[in-house]
């Protein structure tokens, strides 16, 4: 083999574990890095191998049990690490693999019991039900537990088995659950504020279809018919002329007040996945009807405050009911958010930190009332500044499409 042959083999072999080691799309790591987590957020149930270790102290040390532990621990860490990166179909194979080298050590290694353990666990990550995983492990520990008797094994090695391996199986399996049903929740949560977007186009298009249609058309009809009287009958042309003009003003202030409509429309959308949120967590949600008028920077971050109450509602408050209220007055808004759960709340932690943020943001208030056992009030509020008071208490009639013609003294008009 000439010089140039091994750094081309050394990077075929490179490249050759990189690709082994490289998880599948639908494995136990792809899943995690797409939810954000550690790749190696697993590793840690790696823990419970120490028992491997400890085994001796419970029986006796022996250069024999010293070498198996060598050649077979390394074999237990791949077969466990690639259980979590290949697809879910390929992943009995590896817990089933780790099973046969428990059995075939069991005679000569006690500590193999563990590696049998995680043979167990292994079979989480395959896709099947909780029925059915049920079934593969009550058989399993029949089969070990049939190998441990026939080779004289303790008594409590024989009773622990079963014991652990159920225990240890179901945990892992409720965090597999829980993971899925958050998956769910959060699938549906985009659907929710997707859905909500999607029925806010449609009412803004049948709106404008509606109001502007008509409109425009009438629009068109006053002043084609001021056009022909324009020669005959100024005085009757002028008059269709003021018409047109008031039924523009007119339809001017229904195309702001439907404007106006849309501002709450991530609210609501949030407010609906809220629902979603604490519905699936058994607490019913109520919150009453939206302003219309919320000036577009409070409603974006009553959105905000919103999702993060709901939030720590869900996880926290130990709560049956939750109820939201939106109240618009004179210089400000109001916002309620209360529930019925456990209180006692004495710390900020992060769903409250961001809180504040976002109620500093809007240069808003913050009270807190959380008395222990009695559940939890949330009031913010936040100011309007007068400039935009006086633009929506604006009469339509007063608003125009352009600069206001004036006349002058003699009789011509300036701007």
């Known amino acids: 083999m000439s010089d140039n042959d091994a750094p081309m083999e050394a990077r075929g072999m490179s490249e050759w574990l990189r690709e082994w080691f490289r998880p599948a799309p639908d494995s136990l790591v792809a899943g995690s890095v797409r939810k954000g987590k550690s790749p190696w957020v697993d590793s840690v149930h790696l823990l419970w191998s120490a028992w491997i270790f400890i085994t001796p102290v419970f029986d006796h040390f022996t250069w024999l049990w010293a070498a198996l532990t060598l050649l077979s621990y390394p074999v237990f860490l791949l077969l466990y690490a690639k259980s979590h990166l290949v697809s879910r179909r390929e992943a009995p194979a590896y817990a089933v693999s780790l099973l046969a080298m428990c059995m075939l050590l069991l005679p000569w290694y006690p500590s193999g019991l563990v590696y049998f353990v995680y043979s167990c666990v292994m079979m989480i990550s395959c896709r099947m039900s909780m029925r059915r995983y049920l079934v593969v492990l ?90 022909k009287l324009f020669d005959r009958d100024s005085e009757a042309a002028r008059r269709e002329m003021e018409e047109a003009e008031k039924v523009a003003r007119h339809a001017l202030a229904e195309v702001r007040s439907a404007v106006s409509g849309i501002r709450a429309t991530d609210l609501a959308a949030e407010l609906a996945s809220a629902r979603l949120l604490l519905e699936s967590s058994r607490v019913h949600f109520d919150y ?28 926290h408050a130990e709560a049956s009911a939750a109820k939201i209220e939106i109240i618009r007055e004179h210089a400000s808004v109001r916002m309620l958010i209360s529930d019925n759960g456990r209180g006692g709340i004495s710390s900020d932690g992060n769903g409250l930190c961001g809180m504040r943020e976002r109620v500093r943001a809007l240069g808003a208030t913050l009270t807190i009332e959380s008395p222990r056992g009695h559940g939890t009030k949330l009031r913010i509020v936040a100011p309007v500044p007068i400039l935009r008071l006086v633009e929506t208490s604006r009469a339509p009639s007063d608003l125009s499409l352009g600069p206001t013609l004036n006349t002058n003294a003699s009789g011509n008009p300036a701007v």
Not at 192 to 213: K, T
């Open 138 to 227: 009550a058989g399993l520990n029949a089969v070990i537990l049939l190998e441990a008797w026939f080779l004289h094994y303790p008594w409590q090695a024989i009773v622990w088995m079963p014991l652990t391996t159920f225990i240890i199986g179901m945990i892992i399996s409720v965090e597999r659950t829980n993971e899925a049903k958050d998956a769910e929740l959060q699938l549906s949560h985009e659907e929710v504020r997707r859905l909500a977007g999607l029925a806010e186009r449609e009412r803004i298009g049948r709106d404008l279809h509606d109001l502007l249609g008509h409109t425009l058309s009438l629009i068109t009809l006053k002043l084609e018919l001021s056009r």
């Open 288 to 315: 009453g009807d939206l302003p219309t008028d919320l000036p577009a920077d409070i409603e974006r971050g009553f959105s905000l405050i919103v999702r993060e109450a709901a939030t720590n509602i869900a996880r």
